[in-house]
């Protein structure tokens, strides 16, 4: 805690500075690289400043977070506008990287299907397909079925707003805890190209570029095309081969065309494609580690290499790799009518592919593992924006379908007899049994070639059809009073198929094989060597499960205009996640389908400018959550994994708590300053019935105590100074800081899982022309090579768990060109 306060003196020193005492913003655009101007506007690396220091002012930001274009200042919200050409330049080409600009935002990837989205310490884990994101993912309004569609590099961005809290109204469902919502640059009738290129230490590599402009002779049709790769040297080395393991490998293209046939019709059509072939991913184990899985090991008279996971080394022996494939295609219509409306059609489709390959984490032949996703969606979204004179409307309709197959495989290898039996002989004795001593005996029963090769395959799909009918009205009381109100209506039909089988392998290569016959006519079938083969790899499963459910959401908000640019305001809004099919294996403690999670929030907040140089916000927020969705056991008593931590449930209540702090401004001519901060106390008031590592059952009581992936503080700063060292050259220079307190990063809490607080430094220092044709800077992220985990992962089972270290320190030099 005393590093946590040290962060927010300083930080209230800086804002002191920066406001003369004011607090915080509506959270900053990126201002240390450039002010977010109006949306149609082309936007400059830095801000124009006017050559007196009484005459710089901000200029104004326009988002769409309540469906239409409007000022950020005048939205009843608490949110972050990022601009993308600051995040480009800061080098924040990742979804990771936005969290380094966010206070409350948390965001895990310890691979592109597992990754988590946290806002003010509510979010989930996609380990089960069937729970969906308590965060709602937009990519250029259209809404993104799994998180892990979010993972492409953040490029020709025009912002990214984040909205911090539900959004179930305008935005719809899996909104509970609040929106990421992603703008790329439209298309533009002026020409223009942009090239990229970066280089860096462990091998980096980044080329992107852009071109924009009238390319067909058409003067209503405006064409732009994006590119990027990326490629970056693994940081982990695996002592077993010596490759480098956890690399970047991807690619992707995005064609957008922008056709305007008349003043009031405007069409956009984006066409994307991404590829991702990577040597990823891994996480070694980390201690402390159970009794059991090191007498397995030490049965096998194996040593692994580290459990530091910033070692950053690894002991595999097949191939661990990931292969991510992702289509999309959309068309949206603008349609002015007359002056008071516009109508907005958005059809998309999109399709995503995931293929991994992991390993057990040890050369020995245990297993071989990876679970394939396959997700489709098509949606279509109709709205009608309306503006009057005493109020304000947004009305629409709503359509989502989303195809899911996925299938976890898995293959036993030849040493899993001696690990597994081996190991469980060796623990139970407490006799210093190897396979040298005791393996000879042991193999004579059990032949290694019983496991071996044996393929265990869990296929499951689900047809999700969700239609939702919205509307929102901002009455104008006064000309200083607004009263907000929302209601939405969503209604979910799913359908979906789990199973499993087994093959291979070779039941009748052991002597137990002889004793079958007798266990089976005197009933005792878990004897038999099937019956054993279930019990260590699972047995033959199939379940075919229906869902239908419905949910209102909506929002309540009055806010009061003390000035032209102060806001006050107050809301109360409903969220809504919609409940679900476990798409696993379920035993009779698990019910098939779990409840929607329902959250209800207050909150009171207050945003503004001073003298159009100093923009702050602030919020203090308290959210209820009924029926939590949490991953628990399958309570399947398999030996590896064992327990497996795939199956959902509700936690019967969790309460959010907190404040968020914000403010950008500038301070001179040049000189530009950021600062916000996040106090979340994110807690399950009713959770009795949490995964517990030690018993290997769901009977841990984590009733008051904080979620998982919920630090209490997070934090950003940075400031940033241009001087012209000619009419047309300028120097320019950044520092950004972000912090984090210490938090779990798994649901039960596990001994190994606790993720200390850390900070991070990003330096950076550019030259560049005015005219904006050129710049090349130098960069360097984790100046101090500051040692963190960017996750925590349940291996063999909870209580064994692997992690990944975040980046180490990486360093290197972008230069960019612009041609208009």
């Known amino acids: 805690m005393g590093a946590g306060k040290s962060f927010i003196f300083w930080l209230a020193g800086s804002l002191g500075v920066a406001a003369g005492g004011a607090l915080a913003q509506d959270t900053a655009p990126e201002i240390l690289d450039t002010i977010a101007v109006e949306s149609n506007q082309q936007e400059s690396p830095t801000p124009v400043l006017a050559e007196k220091p009484d005459t710089i002012q901000l200029e104004a930001i326009v988002v769409t977070a309540r469906r239409k274009e409007e000022r950020a200042l005048d939205v009843p919200i608490s949110l972050a506008v990022l601009d993308g050409d600051a995040l480009g330049s800061a080098g924040l080409t990742l979804a990771t990287d936005i969290q380094e600009r966010v206070p409350g935002l948390v965001v895990t990837v310890p691979n592109p299907r597992l990754t988590s989205f946290t806002i003010r310490g509510l979010g989930s884990s996609s380990v089960n397909d069937g729970i969906e994101s308590s965060v709602g993912l937009f990519l250029d309004g259209v809404?993104?079925?799994?998180?892990?569609?979010?993972?492409?590099?953040?490029?020709?961005?025009?912002?990214?707003?984040?909205?911090?809290?539900?959004?179930?109204?305008?935005?719809?469902?899996?909104?509970?805890?609040?929106?990421?919502?992603?703008?790329?640059?439209?298309?533009?009738?002026?020409?223009?190209?942009?090239?990229?290129?970066?280089?860096?230490?462990?091998?980096?590599?980044?080329?992107?570029?852009?071109?924009?402009?009238?390319?067909?002779?058409?003067?209503?049709?405006?064409?732009?095309?994006?590119g990027y790769v990326t490629q970056r040297d693994g940081l982990i080395e695996n002592v077993h081969n010596g490759h480098d393991l956890n690399e970047r490998n991807k690619w992707g293209l995005r064609g957008q065309g922008l056709w305007t046939p008349s003043s009031d019709v405007s069409w956009r059509f984006i066409a994307e494609y991404g590829k991702t072939d990577e040597e990823c991913c891994v996480y070694p184990l980390v201690g402390p580690v159970r009794a059991a899985v090191q007498a397995r090991d030490d049965f096998m008279e194996y040593r692994r290499p580290s459990l530091n996971p910033y070692d950053r080394v690894a002991d595999s022996d097949p191939r661990t790799h990931v292969d991510v494939e992702q289509r999309a295609a959309s068309a949206e219509l603008n349609w002015d009518i007359g002056e008071a409306h516009r109508l907005t059609s958005i059809t998309a489709w999109r399709d995503w592919q995931f293929v991994p390959d992991n390993d057990d984490a040890t050369p020995l032949k245990l297993v071989t593992t990876g679970t394939i996703n396959e997700h489709s969606q098509i949606s279509q979204e109709f709205r009608v924006a309306s503006n009057f004179e005493h109020f304000d409307s947004v009305f629409g309709l709503y359509y989502l379908r989303q195809d899911f197959y996925g299938n976890e495989r898995v293959t036993l290898g030849e040493d899993m007899v001696g690990w597994t039996f081996g190991g469980l002989i060796r623990d139970a004795t407490g006799l210093p049994l190897t396979e040298s001593n005791f393996g000879p005996l042991l193999y004579l029963v059990i032949p290694p070639a019983t496991l071996d090769g044996t393929y265990i395959s869990t296929p499951y799909e689900q047809v999700t059809d969700s239609a939702a009918a919205f509307g929102s009205i901002d009455w104008h009381l006064t000309d200083r009073l607004d009263l907000t109100t929302g209601l939405r209506y969503t209604h979910e039909w799913r359908d979906a198929e789990v199973s499993r089988s087994r093959s291979g392998g070779c039941p009748n290569c052991t002597a137990l094989n002889l004793l079958s016959p007798i266990f089976a006519l005197a009933g005792l079938d878990a004897l038999t060597v099937n019956g054993l083969l279930d019990q260590i790899a699972g047995g033959a499963y199939y379940r075919a499960t229906q869902r239908d459910e419905g949910n209102f959401s909506g929002q309540l908000a009055l806010s009061y205009k003390l000035a032209p640019d102060t806001l006050t305001y107050f809301s109360v809004s409903r969220g809504y996640k919609a409940g679900g099919i476990n798409l696993g294996v379920t035993g009779e403690s698990v019910p098939p389908t779990f409840k929607p999670e329902e959250a209800t929030a207050y909150e009171i907040g207050a945003k503004g400018q001073i003298a159009r140089r100093i923009s702050w916000s602030a919020a203090a927020y308290h959210t209820d959550i009924r029926n939590y969705q949490a991953l628990t056991f399958d309570e399947e008593q398999t030996v590896i994994p064992n327990p497996r931590q795939i199956n959902l449930l509700n936690v019967g209540k969790v309460r959010l708590q907190g404040v968020e702090l914000d403010g950008y401004g500038l301070l001179l001519p040049g000189l530009l300053a950021r600062a916000g901060v996040a106090y979340s106390r994110a807690v399950t008031v009713d959770f009795d019935n949490a995964p517990n590592e030690d018993t290997r059952s769901n009977d841990k009581d984590l009733s008051g105590e904080v979620l998982y992936n919920a630090p209490r503080w997070t934090g950003t700063a940075g400031l940033e100074y241009g001087h012209f060292v000619s009419p047309k050259v300028e120097v320019y220079g950044g520092v950004d800081y972000s912090y984090r307190s210490g938090y779990w990063g798994t649901v039960e809490h596990g001994r190994a899982t606790y993720i200390d607080g850390y900070g991070l430094t990003n330096l950076r220092l550019g030259l560049r022309n005015s005219s904006g044709t050129w710049d090349s800077w130098l960069w360097t992220r984790n100046v101090f090579d500051k040692e963190y985990l960017g996750g925590v992962y349940p291996l063999y089972g909870v209580g064994d768990y692997g992690a990944y270290a975040g980046d180490p320190r990486t360093y290197g030099l972008t230069v960019r060109a612009t041609f208009y």
């Not at 990214?160 to 809290?165: N, Y």
């Not at 640059?185 to 924009?212: C, F, M, W």
């Open 143 to 226: 809404y993104l079925g799994r998180q892990g569609l979010s993972i492409f590099d953040l490029v020709d961005l025009d912002r990214v707003e984040v909205l911090r809290g539900p959004q179930g109204t305008l935005f719809g469902k899996n909104t509970t805890a609040g929106v990421l919502n992603i703008v790329t640059k439209a298309p533009s009738h002026d020409y223009e190209a942009l090239l990229e290129g970066t280089i860096g230490n462990y091998g980096s590599r980044q080329l992107r570029g852009s071109v924009n402009g009238r390319f067909f002779g058409d003067e209503t049709f405006a064409t732009r095309l994006t």
